[in-house]
Structures are given as C-alpha cells and as structure tokens.
C-alpha cells in the first residue's frame, strides 16, 4: 500500500493537503505518482493567481499520461515549487515532501475540514481510488 | 462489451516480475516493470527483453509465394536471398497502409512476414483475398498464435544471446537471420529490432518462449538484463523516428509523406497501391512527417495541432519525452512548405501553442550492427 502520511488531507483526485499556520500546501499523493510513472513534465499556476476548491490548477504529465491537478482548497497562491519546471521528477522522488507544488493561502476556512483524512483516503483507495 | 484480452506465454513471467498489464490491440501487455524511463536508460546502456509475442506472423509458400509478395508490398522482394529480411509496406490502391511489416526469405519459395499485433485480421484476410483475386498459387498460414516473439536489445545483446546459443551469432549480419538453438530451444535468430541498439528478435515455439526469457533473464544478470515494457519501446522507437503503425502510419497516410519512400520500389513492376503513389510522386508529396522538438518544455502528444503564424500546418503523430536526448520531442506531419529542418511551428497544447522546430532524425544515433 502506497504511504499516506497520517498528518495530511485528501482529495478524491488525489491531492493532499497539509495546514502550515494560515497556509495550506498542495502536493499529490505517491498513489498518484505510482499511477502516473515517470512524471516528465508539471504545469503550476502563478504566484498571486487564483484557484477554486475542486476546479483545475494545472497539469501533471508523464510518459504515456496527462492528468488535471485538483485544488483541494480555495484561495490565493502565495508560492509555488519552481524545481519542479527544471526536474519533475522530484514528483516521483519525494511526493509529500520536496514534490510539494502550492502555497495557497486559503479563502475559506471550512474547505480543509471538509477533506479526507488519511484513514478516508486509505479506504477510499482500498475501494479502487476512482 | 469489449472481447476479452489476449495474453502472451509470458503473462504470468510478467505478472510474477511485477509488471503493470495494459490492454494493448487486444492484448494483455506489460506496459513498465520498473518505470519507463529507467527501462529504456537501461536498453541504451546495457541489455533489455521484450515480450512482442503478440506480433503477428504468416507463412507464404508455394511457385506463387514471390509473385504474391511483389504484388501486395511496395518493396522488391526479388533480390532478397535466403537467410536476409526486408523492411516493407502493404498499401490500399489509394497508396494509404494497409500496415508495416518485416518479410523474412525462409526458402527458395518459402517467406514470413511479422505484421503488427491489432492489425492481424484485417492483413491476413487482406493478403489472401488479393492472393484469390489474382489465382496466385501461394498458400498463406497464420502461424501468430503458435509464434512467440522476444526481442534482446541493447549493446550486450550480442553478447548474452551468444552465451545461451549453440551458433556463432556474430555472424549474423543486420536484417539476417539465422536457425539455431538458444537455451536448447529451436529459435529463428533474427539480428532486427525497433530501439536502434544492435539485438536480436528471437522466433520461438509459443510454449517453449517462457523458457527462453527465463534462460535470457538468468544468464544476463551479469550483463544488467532486465525485462522492458511497451512504454520504453514507444520512447526508444520514437527517439530513432521509427513509425508507429496506428499512431504515424495508417490507411490515410501515404508511403512516400511518411518518409518511407526507400522502401517503394517502382522499378520492380506491378504493385498495389503504385499508381497512386507514383501519381504522388509526380505531383509533389502534399504533407512530410518530421521530427520535431520543443524549444521550451512541454510534451507534444497524437492528435495535437501545430501551427506556423497561427496558421494550422499539421498535426502531431506521436511525442513523449526522450529520455536519451533529454528533450522533449515528437513526430508530426506538416505541410511540405514547413518540413524542412530548422523550420519553426508551434504545437497547440490545451489551447496555448508552445514553439518548436523541425529538426534531423532520428533525434538519437542508431547503433545497429551494420556489418558482419
């Protein structure tokens, strides 16, 4: 079974979520980078852009797939892993660590809460993970 | 509800390895063990398997069988000797591929031919009704499903088929082939491939391939063999401008846009599909596919528009990421007037175009075995 690190938040699209003070950083999950391959390519929106719960914030691509990211929260983006334009395969590397991909700072507070913890997603993925 | 996938006598060997199955033209296949970049490092650098088991394969025999093979491929199958392979094409008279394929001169009136996995039907029933048509006497037999097919690739390959074969398999030159015996199984040792690295596809009985890929496995540890799944075989083809039937040839595409013009022989006579392409030749080729490759990254996929001046010019027929070449790169056809190398376009991807330029192929040096 794929790492699921018991201090973050899930998406269903399988992005997780961690609190950092007023902040939440974004990454994928190593399900989903096990799912993917060799990640060759990542587009990530710019700092100060927007992004909504739910709707599309880029793209992840690797050899033979391309998959929408999922912003698991609203908000602004306050930074973004600029490695990842040079060396995606850090995605692959380390997912929950230097694999990170946003800062959002949030423009909701209930919007975490509502993501699944890490018991959640490991049952989601139990059940298929789609 | 979709017909249940075929698999190769090496599904379980692949499972066991830990392998990710994918449907692929019908087929059960192992598209990475490890992941696809490090398979393919792992082709250049030293030595890889691959499961092509479910190519297809049929006999020609018979006083008809040349005959029947200058009428259905574009290529002159006359001054193949005994022993020597053939890279060609089956065209529709419109001059658009029916599918790519390699012929085999297994005797004075005996041939093979390899044709692609998804197209197997569609050829086997394409060359007899021509074959019926013409009253040609020459007996067809699909041997696909009692042929297993691995191919060994990589600059060790000489080197680890030698140790397991009971023949001098450096004597046999590129696009040769040669019976013997490797891992004490009756093999056609064929010094052919699709990376662009020197190998060898070996031609085994269905059930005795599984003893031949354990025995490869197994005496090339020493060497760095591992087992190579279809994704590095798209990257490494790619790298050597290598078409794809399906993906960069198919019935819309003509012989002669998809740069395969040296395997169209006019001169030999009468052939399907060469008015057509001859009519083409005369009037000037409409489109060409090309190499190109991105000057910012960005990956161009099939299907992708590409533009000059904002202006469609072509499309994109196959691109990844090349690993060896670390760029990003890919196939397309484009309009002649934009084909020649050093030519700038931009890709369409999700809606935003991304320069790139037309550049020579392959992206990456062959190092097949020229001579022996």
Known sequence: MSDIPADLRYTREHEWA??????????ITAY??????????????????????????????????????????????????????????????????????????????????????????????????? | MATPLKRTPLFDAHVKAGARMVPFGGWEMPVQYRGIIEEHRNV???????????????????PGALSALQTLTTNDVAGLDVGQVQYSVLCYPDGGIVDDLTVYRLAERKYLITVNASNIDKDFAWVTERCAERKLDARWTNVSARTGLIAVQGPRAEALVGRLADRDVTR???????????????????????????????????????RVWLALLDAGAADGVAPIGLGARDTLRLEMRYALYGNDIDETTNPLEAGLGWVVKPA?????????????????????????????????????????????VGTVTSGSYGPSVDRYIAMAYLE????????????????????ARVVKTPFHPPHVKKSA
Do not use: C
């Open chain 2, 172 to 210: 046999i030159g590129y696009y040769r082939f040669a019976d013997g015996q490797v891992a004490g199984v009756s093999v056609m040792i064929s010094r052919t491939g699709y990376t662009g690295e020197d190998g060898f596809e070996l031609y085994a009985p269905w059930e005795a391939t599984e």
């Open chain 2, 268 to 312: 030999k006579g009468e052939f399907i599909g060469r008015e057509a392409i001859e009519a083409m030749r005369a009037a000037g080729i409409p489109r060409r596919l090309v190499g190109i490759e991105m000057t910012e990254r960005a990956v161009a996929r099939h299907g992708y528009p590409v533009l000059a001046a904002g202006r469609r």
């Open chain 2, 44 to 62: 250049r650098s030293a030595v890889g398997l691959f499961d092509v088991s479910h190519m297809g394969e049929f006999e020609v025999e018979g």
């Open chain 1, 32 to 130: 989903a980078q096990e799912q993917l391959g060799d990640v060759v390519f990542v587009e990530l929106p710019k700092k100060g852009s927007k992004v909504s719960a739910h709707q599309t914030f880029g793209v992840v691509e690797s050899v033979k797939a391309v998959s929408d990211l999922f912003a698991p929260v609203s908000g602004e983006v306050t930074d973004v892993n600029g490695d990842l334009a040079q060396s995606p395969q850090i995605v692959n590397q380390d997912p929950y660590g230097r694999g990170w991909m946003l800062l959002v700072t949030p423009s909701s507070a209930g919007e975490f809460d509502q993501l699944l913890t890490a018991q959640q997603y490991q049952q989601f993925l139990a059940e298929g993970g789609h």
């Open chain 2, 336 to 355: 002649s007037a934009h084909a020649a190398v050093g030519s700038a376009v931009d890709v369409e991807i999700r809606g935003q175009g991304k320069p």
């Open chain 1, 18 to 27: 961690k609190r950092e003070g007023d902040r939440v950083r974004v990454g």
